[in-house]
């Protein structure tokens, strides 16, 4: 399964809009169910799982061709439709995935007594700072605790601002968010909701050799199906 990511938005000073990546990397999902507005967001269902994973866009912003459009932004449109989502899941009795390919309220080394990582020294981007809102974690509760969510929000990236106006009758099974972006490995909980599951997923490697000073040094670990890493 496809989700957008920063380097997918722009290339030099050409930059690529959601329904081209839409149509170039989304379209084709087996069983991928969209809203139409090929913003580079969708749902699939697993019913041998019963689960839902919900992929999101994290660059919902568009901007000028000659600007870089990887800033971080969730418009109202497509939070709006995770709403539905997430009440069409619950009716259903879906557990549901987020995923996306960064998280802006990720869990640095330490933060918390149940976060862990590996050899996640020198972080390029610097350790993200924990908000006290934001609008996905915010829907994310109400969908678990079937109740009502209302507020305003806005990015500090690009300054949009987006209103949250929903309401849950039915509780939700939320399971994680997976993501990735930081190339670390490592689990923690949501710092605004510790009852929210976020699990960073390292990469196999970064090209060219010694780019950001990272790849094999953050990214060291060996996956194999059957197996448990100590």
Request: aromatic share 12%; hydrophobic share 30%.
């Amino acid at each position: 399964y496809n989700c957008i990511g920063n380097h997918e938005t722009f290339c030099n000073a050409h930059t690529n809009t959601n329904a081209f990546l839409h149509r170039e990397f989304i379209d084709g999902t087996p069983g991928m169910v969209s809203d139409g507005r090929n913003g580079g967001y969708y749902y699939a269902d697993n019913d041998k799982f019963a689960l839902r994973l919900i992929a999101l866009n994290h660059y919902d912003f568009e901007c000028e061709s000659n600007n870089p459009r990887d800033k971080y932004t969730i418009l109202e449109p497509q939070l709006k439709w995770l709403a539905e989502t997430l009440r069409d899941a619950a009716e259903k009795n879906l557990g549901v995935i987020i995923f996306s390919h960064e998280s802006d309220e990720v869990i640095p080394a330490g933060a918390n007594n149940f976060g862990f990582c590996q050899d996640f020294s020198p972080y390029p981007w610097g350790i993200p700072k924990p908000r006290t809102a934001h609008p996905v974690t915010d829907i994310v509760d109400a969908f678990r605790h079937g109740k009502p969510v209302k507020g305003k929000y806005t990015w500090e990236t690009t300054g949009a601002t987006v209103t949250v106006d929903e309401s849950f009758d039915k509780k939700g099974d939320f399971i994680c968010y997976l993501n990735g972006h930081t190339h670390g490995d490592y689990v923690g909980y949501i710092p605004s909701h510790p009852d929210q599951l976020s699990i960073c997923m390292p990469c196999t490697g970064c090209f060219p050799e010694g780019y950001h000073n990272i790849g094999e040094e953050l990214s060291d670990l060996t996956r194999i199906p059957g197996t448990v890493i100590a």
